[in-house]
């Protein structure tokens, strides 16, 4: 009877922390769509800026037939959602479904008149920030709020260029025809913003408080280990290791800590050995295990 009470709990359990996950995601995928249709119509669209991917493209659009911009958001999402389908998965098109959907209608609800500013350098900064905070929520929260990515992603695997390369090219393309409509000079702020905007999503996306992964080969890993673990209050890790030119059994220690520890990790193992080998590394999240930092002496 026990063990039956205990799988219902853990049943229960189990619905009640996917419930979290799913509210928590969807409610991270509004909070950044409200907060780019916020950046769009009451910073980017007054001073004639636009942003990269579909979402630039439905600016323009709008631009030229007098239409509501959520309109063309949602219409020129519509294929994008499609390949996203086929190519990454199921619930990844629901999140980025929705997020478009809250965008599209957000966009048409919010008036673009009364605009934050009218000074076209604030309004390129601010305008930057405010897209990357609400694309960079969207990401942290699985979501995404343009179908460029998807696009991007279906080339990556017909071309030898990286994702990364082939948004980066669309969007060259895409503030690039913004002169044609906007100016020349509206297209270079725009460039600007979007260059901000690119930044700010990296730093919400991955979270400021950036660690390292930093491995160690020394000839004397214990005393090192010994060290880091007294004075940083970090845990480290010994692997077996082989050099690969004189064939010598080594300890290669490896440690994760914080960008503004790497100083100190570094004085600590030049005390010990100078001629250590250190290869850093970032990382972007780290899950399980016990990284809480010790009190150090």
């Not at 996917?18 to 769509?33: E, H, N, P, V």
């Not at 500013?117 to 405010?130: E, F, K, Q, R, W």
């Not at 709020?145 to 082939?166: H, R, Y």
Request: charged letters at 15%; one cysteine or more; glycine letters at 10%.
């Amino acid at each position: 009877m026990s063990n039956a009470n205990d799988y219902a709990d853990s049943s229960t359990t189990n619905k009640s922390s996917a419930f979290q996950r799913i509210f928590i995601r969807f409610f991270g995928i509004t909070a950044g769509a409200l907060i780019m249709a916020i950046a769009l119509e009451k910073v980017m669209i007054p001073n004639q800026l636009i942003d990269g991917g579909v979402t630039g493209i439905a600016m323009m659009v709008s631009h030229l037939t007098g239409l509501s911009l959520g309109l063309f958001l949602f219409i020129l999402n519509l294929p994008f959602l499609y390949f996203g389908y086929k190519q990454i998965g199921k619930s990844f098109a629901i999140s980025v479904s929705y997020g478009i959907i809250v965008l599209s209608i957000a966009t048409s609800l919010i008036p673009h008149t009364g605009a934050f500013t009218n000074d076209t350098l604030l309004a390129t900064v601010l305008g930057g920030i405010m897209l990357g905070i609400g694309v960079g929520i969207a990401i942290r929260s699985g979501g995404c709020l343009d179908g460029s990515e998807t696009l991007a992603i279906m080339f990556n695997k017909k071309t030898p260029f990286s994702v990364g390369q082939i948004i980066l090219f669309m969007n060259l393309f895409i503030l690039g025809s913004a002169s044609f409509i906007f100016g020349l000079d509206r297209a270079m702020y725009s460039l600007i913003a979007y260059f901000i905007a690119f930044k700010t999503i990296d730093l919400v996306s991955e979270g400021f408080n950036q660690t390292k992964s930093i491995w160690i080969i020394s000839d004397k890993p214990s005393i090192i280990g010994e060290k880091i673990m007294f004075r940083l209050g970090r845990g480290v890790t010994y692997l077996n290791g082989r050099g690969g030119y004189t064939n010598d059994e080594k300890q290669v220690i490896f440690c994760v800590i914080s960008r503004l520890e790497e100083a100190k990790l570094k004085t600590i193992v030049h005390e010990v050995d100078p001629t250590a080998f250190l290869a850093f590394s970032n990382m972007t999240e780290i899950k399980g295990g016990n990284f809480k930092k010790k009190d150090i002496h």
